[in-house]
């Protein structure tokens, strides 16, 4: 079994569900008390926050890039980034590794592709959503994805540095995401990324009328496919 190099605390609350999600995979593949070979770093998100208000998506390129030789120095034979903003500065990440990073964008744009789907929504923080990195990529694998308006940017991203982040998972707060779910697919989604770790945390398959893409549970999956391949 290989070493995953999980690079978390962004935040903390989905890190915990990567952790469990693919100790859990490894033990109903390999049975009885198997469990993951794990390495974990788990930064300080305020820090990580901070830059992310500031622009300064350098500095936390660096600070990552940083962390992500340390995963590899501990032994780690593969890199899961625990989060699907810091992705922007994926690149950063890989130029300072020799280990494979498992980018989190392809892997979801690999689960869209074998559901058969070409149009979906994207649910997430607003520099994922308004940045091109993700929608880019994703564009690339032959998917487009849209993203809802201004106002229900705002209360996704509102929801999830607020609430999700911190642990509080709302009655309320479901149902606004329904109602902005069911105006993506007005517009034509035929199905929606949950594109932030967090989201998990609140929205489940029952909660859609279309299927969606939980990028915390596919990561860990595709992490742990990845440490026992032969």
Request: aromatic content about 4%; charged content about 25%; some cysteine.
């Amino acid at each position: 079994m290989r070493t995953i190099g999980m690079l978390g605390g962004m935040s903390w609350e989905s890190t915990a569900e990567y952790y469990r999600l693919a100790n859990q995979s490894v033990r109903e593949r390999l049975g009885g008390t198997h469990s993951a070979q794990i390495v974990l770093d788990s930064v300080d998100f305020a820090e990580i926050e901070a830059m992310q208000e500031a622009g300064d998506w350098d500095a936390a390129g660096r600070l990552l890039a940083e962390r992500a030789r340390a995963l590899e120095a501990a032994g780690a034979d593969l890199l899961v980034l625990c989060t699907n903003t810091m992705h922007l500065v994926a690149d950063a990440i890989e130029s300072a590794v020799d280990i494979p990073l498992l980018h989190l964008v392809d892997i979801t744009a690999d689960a869209v592709a074998r559901a058969g789907l070409c149009r979906v929504g994207l649910l997430a923080t607003t520099f994922t959503m308004e940045q091109g990195f993700y929608v880019d990529r994703m564009r690339e694998h032959g998917i487009e994805t849209i993203v809802p308006d201004a106002e229900d940017r705002a209360l996704v991203h509102r929801v999830i540095y607020e609430e999700l982040v911190v642990g509080v998972v709302s009655d309320a707060s479901r149902r606004e995401y329904q109602h902005v779910i069911r105006r993506l697919v007005d517009r034509g989604a035929q199905g929606v990324i949950l594109g932030c770790t967090e989201i998990e945390l609140l929205i489940e398959a029952d909660d859609s009328p279309v299927p969606v893409f939980p990028t915390t549970r596919l990561h860990a999956q595709a992490a742990v496919d990845a440490a026992l391949a032969d």
